[in-house]
């Protein structure tokens, strides 16, 4: 008896300190559009004219300037959409973005570049909980807690423009 209550304790501990995401529901205004104003590292999250959320960002490790390729670190300048969502993200939970779209790619390609790509919108998880600064690799960084919030709100082909 000792032991089955010894064994019921540690699974409750352990399924409290489990850290994974966290899905919400979300019943409000649909998000319409979503900015990104890299200079103010502001996100907004819109209903039409209405600001429903707004969000403090860090981008990537090189933030002025479109990004052109692979590996620039530079969070990409532009209209897209949201294109996917990933439950198993390494940063907790992930919304892609649809960079690169075909004028990236040509623009590239006219420059004998790779484009790079996996651009999404994430929190940190377990490996970038203490990041400070611009440090992702071209994303748009939130924290775990406000990506929960986000990724509950914004569907599949959600406008979002990125604007220097």
Known sequence: MIRALIVIAAAIILVGCA???????YNGPEVTHITVEKAAR????????QALQVYTVQLGGNPIGHKRQRGDR?????AYIIDRRNPGSRFHLSLGISYPDEDDR?????????????????GRGPDFRRARG?????????????????????RTATPITITP
Do not use: K
């Open 134 to 154: 611009d440090w992702t690799d071209g994303c748009i960084a939130v924290t775990d807690r406000e990506i929960e919030v986000i990724y509950a709100m914004v």
């Open 19 to 25: 850290s994974g995401p966290r899905f919400l529901t």
């Open 74 to 78: 530079r969070t990409p300048e532009g």
């Open 106 to 122: 040509a623009a590239a390609q006219e420059a004998g570049l790779d484009p790079g790509g996996d651009i999404f919108i994430h």
């Open 42 to 49: 502001r996100m907004t999250l819109w209903h039409h004219d």
